[in-house]
């Protein structure tokens, strides 16, 4: 089987099984545009990077009926290069990184969503911000006069494990903080969580979108 029908195939099988309420980012991150183009040509129109200069590129070569997801820890000094084009922010974890898209897409003349990042995982590698945190954040008068990004809901990273009952704790973590913070504003409604390893179980917990990579395109190569 050649390498293009993997990738077609890897899609069908994954989208049939995955409910109507569940949004695919497929995760692109190191994957050269020819890779990316087979996963369009079936239909693919959502991808997720975690670098905004590869990210940029690629917007560059790739059709612009495409949704760039930046899914990565994001550098405040960068976001002015994805402020154009990007669709929504998964790793919002600040008030100043939420200031600085609220500035860029006001540059743009445009509204750019966001998700908070919610740190649900015990390693420290993890970027994220506490429920509490987020509560505090989006009851503050300076959240609510930012215009220029809407934030529709939440993402967090599990640990990666193999303990089941461990992940299934920090989604259900997730599931619940988003819950909360949407008595707050009723117009958040995506839950992103789930990837490759774990996106059933996500599902199961009340994702609303999953992160799906290697699954779609194979290992990443990192070199």
Request: charge should be positive.
């Amino acid at each position: 089987m050649n390498f293009k029908m993997s990738i077609k195939k890897q899609l069908q099988e994954l989208k049939s099984v995955l409910p109507k309420q569940v949004t695919l980012v497929a995760v692109s991150k190191t994957k050269p545009v020819q890779d990316l183009i087979k996963a369009y040509d079936v239909g693919q129109r959502i991808f997720g990077e975690n670098k905004v200069q590869e990210m940029v590129e690629k917007y560059q070569q790739m059709p612009k009926d495409i949704e760039w997801h930046m899914i990565g820890h994001v550098q405040r000094n960068k976001v002015k290069y994805m402020a154009p084009f990007v669709d929504l922010i998964h790793g919002v974890d600040s008030l100043k990184l939420l200031s600085e898209i609220n500035k860029q897409a006001l540059k743009n003349n445009r509204c750019i969503n966001g998700l908070l990042q919610i740190k649900i995982a015990a390693e420290d590698s993890k970027f994220g911000m506490t429920k509490n945190d987020a509560i505090q954040l989006m009851k503050s008068s300076e959240f609510k006069n930012l215009k220029n990004i809407k934030i529709k809901g939440v993402m967090g990273m599990a640990t990666f494990t193999d303990d089941q009952n461990k992940i299934r704790k920090e989604f259900e973590t997730l599931k619940s903080t988003f819950s909360e913070l949407k008595s707050i504003q009723d117009s958040m409604h995506i839950i992103s969580m789930g990837m490759s390893g774990d996106y059933p179980l996500a599902i199961e917990c009340g994702s609303t979108m999953i992160r799906v990579g290697s699954y779609i395109f194979g290992a990443r190569n990192y070199q």
